[in-house]
């Protein structure tokens, strides 16, 4: 069955300071993935997907994502974090049969430190 | 583009009575609506997928008579939760997608509480 996995329940880093958020996943097939953001009671919003061909994909926000195969990972990344980018992050997959279901992480909460 | 709204944002009632809540896509038709449930710090579960003009596909463990769901329009889907009970209360979010699509575009949520 596909699942996927976050490691990381909480995260504290400082403002100006580099992100990297880890997203490992279980498919048979190549798989559809996605990294969504949710802001506190707020629905979520679409950072970047990946579907096929180039392996890093850029999103919005300056976050970017890379799709290794051979570590079943897509770890989002961000440069330079803004206290603005705290919020929780979630990986997700999606399944290509007939329901074309998404299959959510269990998110990370990310925390910016002033 | 790409909008997708759902009303009520926020909703209290009394345990017993029946809650609609809508999800509506605004600038696009969304074939395949669907509906999640949110708990508080956890993640999102996927309750029913619902086609356009189609029986909603409901997910193990989900009382497909008790959160009823219509998708009548390309639009709109309703979901219903009937008898509400404390154990009810909860965030509610639902996603749109359209034909051809594989991104899912996801509404603001609604709160709902049991008393």
């Known amino acids: 069955a596909q699942s996927v996995t976050q490691p990381d329940i909480h995260i504290t880093v400082s403002e100006g300071a580099s992100l990297e958020l880890r997203c490992n996943y279980s498919y048979g097939a190549t798989p559809y993935l996605f990294w969504y953001v949710q802001s506190p009671g707020q629905g979520l919003q679409l950072l970047l997907k990946?579907?096929?061909?180039?392996?890093l994909v850029q999103g919005i926000k300056g976050f970017e994502a890379e799709f290794k195969r051979s570590q079943s990972s897509f770890n989002l990344r961000k440069p330079s974090v803004h206290w603005s980018d705290a919020a929780e992050y979630f990986c997700a997959v999606a399944t290509y049969s007939s329901a074309s279901k998404i299959i959510f992480g269990s998110g990370t909460r990310l925390s910016i430190r002033p | 583009g790409a909008v997708v709204s759902q009303h009520p944002s926020w909703v209290i009632c009394k345990s017993g009575t029946s809650v609609k809540i809508e999800c509506r896509s605004l600038?696009?038709?969304?074939?395949?609506m669907f509906w999640y449930r949110q708990f508080p710090k956890q993640s999102l579960m996927l309750m029913a997928t619902?086609?356009?003009?189609?029986?909603?596909?409901?997910e193990q463990g989900v009382e497909k008579d008790k959160f009823l769901i219509n998708h009548a329009s390309l639009t709109l889907s309703t979901l219903t939760v009937t008898s509400a009970h404390p154990e009810d209360s909860s965030f509610y979010i639902c996603s749109a997608r359209g034909q051809g699509e594989e991104t899912q575009y996801f509404g603001p949520g609604t709160r709902l509480l049991v008393l």
């Open positions: 990946y579907f096929s061909g180039d392996t």
């Open positions: 600038d696009f038709q969304a074939t395949t």
């Open positions: 619902s086609n356009e003009g189609s029986k909603a596909t409901y």
